[in-house]
């Protein structure tokens, strides 16, 4: 199983900026993050493929979060911009090793490794 650890969360007025960073222990087919608020399920934010890059947003999200990656470093980052208190979850990286098909990206269904989460607060 992979080992995952996310850092970065945190603090932040409403408008400010966090970025999220989530370590991989390995190579995988694809990472994703998800939060999750108080008394609610998960929610697929943004997920990327390890090997071109190439990224998906969930709506909710789209514009003001930016994911990427660095291969080299195994890393993978959220970049948090123009957050709203409605932000205010666990944010959790996920990794997958098999590749899913495009409408699965964003689904916590099949995801065999979690990080642990962070806590992200926006609030005045």
């Known amino acids: 199983q992979l080992q995952l650890v996310e850092s970065g969360g945190g603090l932040v007025q409403p408008g400010g900026s966090l970025r999220l960073s989530c370590a991989v222990s390995?190579?995988?087919?694809?990472v994703a993050w998800f939060r999750q608020a108080p008394g609610k399920g998960y929610e697929g934010l943004a997920s990327?493929?390890?090997?071109?890059?190439?990224?998906t947003y969930a709506d909710s999200v789209k514009g003001r979060f930016i994911i990427s990656r660095d291969n080299a470093k195994n890393t993978v980052y959220l970049q948090m911009n123009r957050l709203k208190p409605e932000d205010t979850a666990v944010y959790y990286c996920a990794a997958d090793r098999t590749p899913r098909p495009p409408h699965a990206f964003l689904s916590p269904t099949g995801y065999d490794s979690w990080g642990q989460g962070t806590q992200v607060t926006v609030s005045s």
């Open positions: 390995e190579f995988t087919f694809i």
């Open positions: 990327i493929i390890t090997s071109d890059g190439e990224p």
